[in-house]
């Protein structure tokens, strides 16, 4: 433990060692919850987010109407969601239709709760 500087009477190497265990155990999630909040992480993929929760699908054209974004600028976050592997496609025609992958479902959703309580507080008398 070179380089500490810290001052401590007795370290607990069973909980050191339980902790790093927990660490090493939970990688997988800590990379997964990493990647989608650095994604989320900005202010309109949240609100992209939050409506495909909200309305299980949309278009580009729909996101940008809701928005009062260019298509081109929805397109982009939309390109990053999916490429995060956070929202997928569907086809229909010419129009392509964005949802959100039911796993990340139970990462975000605590996110909307929040806000849709955050919301009743303001609207409530």
């Keep these: 433990m070179e380089g500490n500087t810290c001052i401590r009477r007795f370290a607990d190497q069973a909980q050191i060692m339980a902790c790093k265990g927990r660490l090493i155990a939970a990688q997988k999630a800590f990379t997964s919850l990493s990647a989608v909040l650095s994604l989320t992480g900005n202010e309109v993929r949240l609100k992209i987010l939050y409506l495909l929760e909200e309305e299980k699908e949309l278009c580009p054209c729909d996101l940008s ?61």
């Excluded at 974004?69 to 086809?91: C, E, Y």
């Excluded at 129009?95 to 919301?119: A, D, M, R, W």
Aim: no cysteine.
């Design 65 to 125: 109407d809701i928005l009062e974004m260019t298509i081109p600028a929805i397109s982009q976050h939309l390109k990053k969601l999916k490429d995060g592997g956070i929202v997928q496609t569907r086809k229909e025609g010419l129009t392509v239709y964005y949802s959100l992958v039911k796993e990340f479902l139970p990462t975000i959703k605590p996110f909307f709760t929040h806000i849709n309580s955050e919301t009743l507080k303001m609207v409530e008398p």
